[in-house]
């Protein structure tokens, strides 16, 4: 049986309750952009910024269902498989989302801080059993 180390249970759940917020604020942006634009406009030409493409609100919720879904792989760990799976698919969302954000804003050390949790997630894969 297989049998995933504490890293990884403890990176898991972690990975599950930000995602869970994440999904949750990404929908509340969604729907403040659709019910409120001239708001939302507003306050990005405030912030000197263009407001986002619906691509990015798209963008913006998977990428948030996949990180739950990672920590709920994570946690149930079924097959090693399926959980490097997940970490991958993690870690290269992280990663491509450091790189727009960089693109967008200019880099940020505070980026690499986003890089922790799907490289411990990793860990904790590579220690299970």
Do not use: N, R
């Amino acid at each position: 049986m297989l049998k995933p180390s504490k890293m990884l249970k403890v990176v898991s759940i972690i990975v599950i309750v930000l995602g869970s917020l994440s999904v949750l604020g990404s929908i509340m942006s969604t729907v403040m952009a659709v019910t409120m634009p001239e708001l939302m406009e507003q306050s990005y030409e405030l912030l000197g910024q263009s407001a986002p493409s619906a691509g990015y609100y798209v963008y913006m919720i998977a990428s948030a269902c996949v990180v739950l879904v990672a920590g709920i792989v994570g946690v149930l760990h079924k097959s090693k498989k399926s959980v490097l799976i997940m970490a991958v698919i993690y870690l290269v969302l992280e990663f491509g989302s450091v790189i727009y954000s960089s693109f967008i804003a200019g880099f940020s050390f505070l980026y690499v801080v986003d890089l922790i949790l799907p490289i411990l997630y990793m860990w904790g894969w590579y220690q299970s059993e």
